[in-house]
């Protein structure tokens, strides 16, 4: 019960005891309205029911497919093998390296992984190449808590850190976190490997499932931003495998 019904409630029940109407069937009628109100709140205080985790034949419907993004090339990478030893020497930076090698973090395998390109017209070679991990994390909670730990490891490991991806040791010399319209269930970040090479990333967040996207240049000399067209298109499919 608010504040506000709480106030309301006990001045009329001065009225009635003014006017000598308080008896017993007022006070029980009172003691009703006193039980619905405060169902009413406790009923307002849970909130609406977390999302289902997608199942893993989800996950891979669900996945961007060649030509659902106009202008860009869509292959299926998901037999990939996953890299059990990627690994950050700091525990707190250990969410930036889920999302640099992200099959070793899965969750039950339930994840869908597609090599994007652009290629311009007349060439052979792409300008751009883009790499998306659609998964699920065990609950939407648990898909929230990851963005959480995301944003908190992208602001605490800025300086750098050093990394272990397929048995070889790296030096990440800096993370930055990008200016967004993604909203709080995003994280845009960009890191900087010692030997100069750029890239980007963004994790979003929709219900219990999280898309990861990187992106690097054709000489990864230079930051590219991940395409809001590759974004939105992978998020109306998530929608829809939802319903």
């Known amino acids: 019960m608010g504040r506000a019904e709480t106030v309301h409630l006990e001045v009329d029940i001065t009225e009635m005891r003014a006017m000598g109407l308080f008896g017993k069937r007022v006070t029980a009628a009172v003691a009703t309205t006193v039980a619905l109100l405060s169902a009413t709140a406790c009923g307002e205080d ?14 891979a419907q669900a996945a961007l497919e ?11 990478n998901s ?20 999302v640099m090698a992200p099959v070793a973090s899965a969750d039950d395998e339930r994840l ?13 070679s792409p300008e751009a190449s883009y ?67 750029k890239m980007r990333y963004v994790m979003v967040q ?9 992106a690097s240049g054709q000489f990864e000399s230079k930051f590219i931003a991940v395409p809001r067209k590759i974004i939105d298109a992978q998020q109306r499919k998530l929608d829809e495998a939802a319903k």
């Open 112 to 124: 869908a992984l597609r090599s994007i390109v652009k290629t311009p017209t007349g060439s052979e």
């Open 131 to 197: 790499q998306l991990v659609l998964s699920t994390a065990g609950s939407e909670s648990a898909a929230e808590q990851t963005v959480q730990d995301l944003r908190s490891a992208v602001s605490s490991c800025g300086s750098g850190f050093e990394v272990t991806l397929s048995g070889e040791d790296y030096k990440i010399r800096q993370v930055a976190v990008n200016k967004s319209e993604l909203g709080e269930k995003a994280v845009d970040f960009s890191l900087e490997y010692q030997m100069g090479r």
């Open 46 to 59: 849970k909130g609406t029911a977390e999302s289902e985790p997608l199942t893993k034949t989800q996950i």
């Open 66 to 76: 060649e030509g659902d993004v106009p202008g860009y090339t869509i292959r299926d």
């Open 206 to 214: 929709n219900g219990a499932s999280l898309t990861k996207i990187s």
């Open 79 to 98: 037999g990939v093998q996953s890299d059990p030893s990627a690994r950050a020497a700091e525990k707190s930076c250990q969410p930036i390296v889920a």
